[in-house]
Protein backbone atom coordinates (compact mmCIF):
# COMPACT_ATOMS: atom_id res chain seq x y z
CA UNK A 1 0.00 0.00 0.00
CA UNK A 2 1.25 3.37 -0.98
CA UNK A 3 1.73 6.35 1.51
CA UNK A 4 -1.11 8.21 -0.32
CA UNK A 5 -3.32 5.20 0.41
CA UNK A 6 -2.35 4.22 3.73
CA UNK A 7 -3.34 8.16 5.02
CA UNK A 8 -6.79 8.27 2.95
CA UNK A 9 -7.34 4.96 4.63
CA UNK A 10 -6.68 6.47 7.93
CA UNK A 11 -8.68 9.74 7.25
CA UNK A 12 -11.94 7.35 6.16
CA UNK A 13 -11.33 5.59 9.20
CA UNK A 14 -12.00 8.77 11.38
CA UNK A 15 -14.94 9.81 9.77
CA UNK A 16 -17.53 10.05 12.55
CA UNK A 17 -20.77 11.03 9.75
CA UNK A 18 -21.56 11.63 6.60
CA UNK A 19 -23.34 14.27 4.37
CA UNK A 20 -25.07 14.13 1.13
CA UNK A 21 -23.80 16.28 -1.65
CA UNK A 22 -26.64 18.96 -2.08
CA UNK A 23 -28.69 19.01 -4.59
CA UNK A 24 -27.87 22.02 -6.74
CA UNK A 25 -30.76 22.42 -7.95
CA UNK A 26 -32.02 23.82 -4.76
CA UNK A 27 -29.50 26.68 -5.17
CA UNK A 28 -31.28 29.83 -5.54
CA UNK A 29 -27.97 31.29 -7.01
CA UNK A 30 -28.16 35.38 -7.35
CA UNK A 31 -29.73 37.60 -10.51
CA UNK A 32 -29.95 40.61 -11.06
CA UNK A 33 -32.55 43.38 -12.70
CA UNK A 34 -29.60 44.44 -15.14
CA UNK A 35 -26.18 42.06 -15.24
CA UNK A 36 -25.04 44.56 -17.65
CA UNK A 37 -25.14 47.20 -15.22
CA UNK A 38 -24.14 45.01 -12.38
CA UNK A 39 -21.18 43.43 -14.82
CA UNK A 40 -20.28 46.64 -15.68
CA UNK A 41 -19.92 47.69 -12.15
CA UNK A 42 -18.33 45.03 -10.17
CA UNK A 43 -15.53 45.06 -13.34
CA UNK A 44 -14.75 48.97 -12.15
CA UNK A 45 -14.80 47.65 -8.19
CA UNK A 46 -12.15 44.86 -9.12
CA UNK A 47 -10.12 47.17 -10.49
CA UNK A 48 -10.76 47.11 -14.53
CA UNK A 49 -12.51 49.06 -17.31
CA UNK A 50 -15.55 48.24 -19.10
CA UNK A 51 -16.68 50.05 -22.12
CA UNK A 52 -19.57 50.07 -24.60
CA UNK A 53 -18.34 50.10 -27.89
CA UNK A 54 -21.21 51.82 -29.93
CA UNK A 55 -21.69 49.77 -33.40
CA UNK A 56 -19.68 50.82 -36.08
CA UNK A 57 -17.09 52.12 -33.54
CA UNK A 58 -13.12 50.97 -35.26
CA UNK A 59 -11.96 48.95 -32.04
CA UNK A 60 -8.31 49.80 -33.64
CA UNK A 61 -8.71 53.57 -33.22
CA UNK A 62 -10.58 52.62 -29.64
CA UNK A 63 -7.28 50.72 -28.34
CA UNK A 64 -4.79 53.60 -29.52
CA UNK A 65 -6.48 55.88 -28.06
CA UNK A 66 -6.40 53.92 -24.96
CA UNK A 67 -3.08 52.81 -25.12
CA UNK A 68 -1.33 55.95 -26.94
CA UNK A 69 2.14 54.59 -26.13
CA UNK A 70 1.97 50.80 -26.68
CA UNK A 71 4.28 49.68 -29.02
CA UNK A 72 4.02 46.26 -28.61
CA UNK A 73 0.44 44.72 -29.66
CA UNK A 74 -0.40 41.27 -29.43
CA UNK A 75 -3.42 39.30 -30.75
CA UNK A 76 -4.24 36.54 -33.28
CA UNK A 77 -8.13 38.67 -33.67
CA UNK A 78 -8.01 39.24 -37.48
CA UNK A 79 -10.33 42.22 -36.68
CA UNK A 80 -7.36 44.03 -34.55
CA UNK A 81 -5.13 45.30 -37.73
CA UNK A 82 -2.89 46.87 -35.66
CA UNK A 83 -0.95 44.14 -33.82
CA UNK A 84 2.85 43.77 -33.86
CA UNK A 85 2.72 39.96 -32.72
CA UNK A 86 0.68 36.72 -32.97
CA UNK A 87 0.61 34.51 -30.54
CA UNK A 88 0.06 31.99 -33.18
CA UNK A 89 3.32 32.80 -35.00
CA UNK A 90 6.00 32.94 -32.22
CA UNK A 91 8.47 30.54 -31.12
CA UNK A 92 7.72 30.24 -27.47
CA UNK A 93 5.85 31.75 -24.76
CA UNK A 94 8.80 34.33 -23.52
CA UNK A 95 8.92 35.62 -27.14
CA UNK A 96 5.60 37.80 -25.24
CA UNK A 97 7.49 39.13 -23.07
CA UNK A 98 7.24 42.92 -23.53
CA UNK A 99 3.49 43.05 -24.81
CA UNK A 100 2.36 45.80 -23.72
CA UNK A 101 -1.04 45.26 -24.96
CA UNK A 102 -2.83 41.74 -25.07
CA UNK A 103 -6.43 41.76 -26.93
CA UNK A 104 -7.90 38.42 -26.60
CA UNK A 105 -11.39 37.56 -26.99
CA UNK A 106 -14.31 36.53 -24.11
CA UNK A 107 -17.05 34.33 -24.37
CA UNK A 108 -19.64 35.64 -21.70
CA UNK A 109 -19.44 37.56 -18.82
CA UNK A 110 -20.19 36.95 -15.24
CA UNK A 111 -22.32 39.93 -13.63
CA UNK A 112 -21.65 38.85 -10.55
CA UNK A 113 -17.89 38.55 -9.96
CA UNK A 114 -17.08 39.98 -13.15
CA UNK A 115 -15.57 37.48 -14.49
CA UNK A 116 -14.89 36.47 -18.11
CA UNK A 117 -14.39 33.42 -19.59
CA UNK A 118 -11.58 32.78 -22.20
CA UNK A 119 -10.88 29.57 -23.66
CA UNK A 120 -7.85 28.91 -25.46
CA UNK A 121 -7.86 30.08 -28.52
CA UNK A 122 -4.11 31.00 -29.75
CA UNK A 123 -1.12 28.82 -29.74
CA UNK A 124 0.66 30.83 -26.73
CA UNK A 125 -2.10 31.53 -24.04
CA UNK A 126 1.04 33.76 -22.18
CA UNK A 127 -0.40 36.60 -23.94
CA UNK A 128 -3.75 36.32 -21.10
CA UNK A 129 -0.84 36.59 -18.62
CA UNK A 130 2.32 38.07 -19.89
CA UNK A 131 0.66 41.54 -21.35
CA UNK A 132 1.05 44.85 -19.58
CA UNK A 133 -2.65 45.90 -20.29
CA UNK A 134 -5.21 43.23 -21.76
CA UNK A 135 -8.25 44.10 -23.64
CA UNK A 136 -10.65 41.38 -23.67
CA UNK A 137 -13.26 41.93 -26.58
CA UNK A 138 -16.79 40.56 -25.54
CA UNK A 139 -20.11 41.02 -26.81
CA UNK A 140 -22.69 42.67 -24.39
CA UNK A 141 -25.15 40.57 -24.93
CA UNK A 142 -22.89 37.32 -23.53
CA UNK A 143 -23.33 38.42 -19.60
CA UNK A 144 -25.12 35.65 -17.13
CA UNK A 145 -25.64 36.39 -13.72
CA UNK A 146 -24.17 34.06 -11.37
CA UNK A 147 -21.17 30.96 -11.71
CA UNK A 148 -23.62 28.88 -11.78
CA UNK A 149 -25.28 29.68 -15.18
CA UNK A 150 -21.34 30.00 -16.30
CA UNK A 151 -20.46 27.05 -15.39
CA UNK A 152 -23.20 25.42 -17.68
CA UNK A 153 -21.58 27.39 -20.65
CA UNK A 154 -18.07 26.59 -20.10
CA UNK A 155 -16.65 25.04 -23.37
CA UNK A 156 -13.20 24.59 -24.43
CA UNK A 157 -11.55 24.68 -27.97
CA UNK A 158 -10.29 21.04 -28.65
CA UNK A 159 -7.58 22.38 -30.93
CA UNK A 160 -5.87 23.96 -27.86
CA UNK A 161 -5.95 20.54 -25.70
CA UNK A 162 -9.16 22.05 -23.64
CA UNK A 163 -7.51 24.94 -21.56
CA UNK A 164 -9.45 27.64 -20.33
CA UNK A 165 -9.32 30.44 -17.67
CA UNK A 166 -12.18 32.79 -16.13
CA UNK A 167 -10.02 36.43 -15.98
CA UNK A 168 -11.31 39.28 -14.10
CA UNK A 169 -9.30 42.68 -13.67
CA UNK A 170 -6.18 42.86 -13.47
CA UNK A 171 -3.88 40.81 -11.17
CA UNK A 172 -3.50 42.33 -8.12
CA UNK A 173 -2.25 41.31 -4.32
CA UNK A 174 -1.85 42.90 -1.14
CA UNK A 175 0.21 39.52 0.82
CA UNK A 176 2.89 41.56 1.31
CA UNK A 177 2.59 44.54 4.52
CA UNK A 178 -0.94 44.62 3.43
CA UNK A 179 -0.09 46.82 0.45
CA UNK A 180 -2.28 46.49 -2.77
CA UNK A 181 -0.25 45.88 -6.04
CA UNK A 182 -1.62 45.96 -8.99
CA UNK A 183 0.32 43.52 -12.04
CA UNK A 184 1.83 41.16 -10.04
CA UNK A 185 1.27 38.44 -11.62
CA UNK A 186 -0.25 39.09 -14.76
CA UNK A 187 -1.56 42.18 -16.60
CA UNK A 188 -1.80 45.55 -15.03
CA UNK A 189 -4.84 46.41 -15.74
CA UNK A 190 -7.31 44.91 -17.89
CA UNK A 191 -10.26 46.55 -20.48
CA UNK A 192 -13.12 45.39 -21.52
CA UNK A 193 -14.74 46.43 -24.88
CA UNK A 194 -18.39 45.81 -24.79
CA UNK A 195 -19.34 44.98 -28.35
CA UNK A 196 -22.87 44.75 -30.49
CA UNK A 197 -23.42 42.08 -32.16
Not at 19 to 36: G, H, K, R, V
Not at 78 to 96: H, K
Not at 112 to 128: F, G, L, R, S, T
Not at 153 to 162: M, N
Request: hydrophobic fraction near 40%.
Amino acid sequence: MSSKEDILKKYRANIHQQFDMPNLSDINAITYPDPLLQFMNMTKSVGGNAIEVEAGRDINTLIKELYPDAKEIATNLPEITIATRNPDEVGRARDLNGTDVGVIRGIFGVAENACIWIPQQMKEKAVCFISENLVILLPKSQIVNNMHEAYKRIEFDKEYDGYGTFISGPSKTADIAQVLVMGAQAARSVTVLLLQE
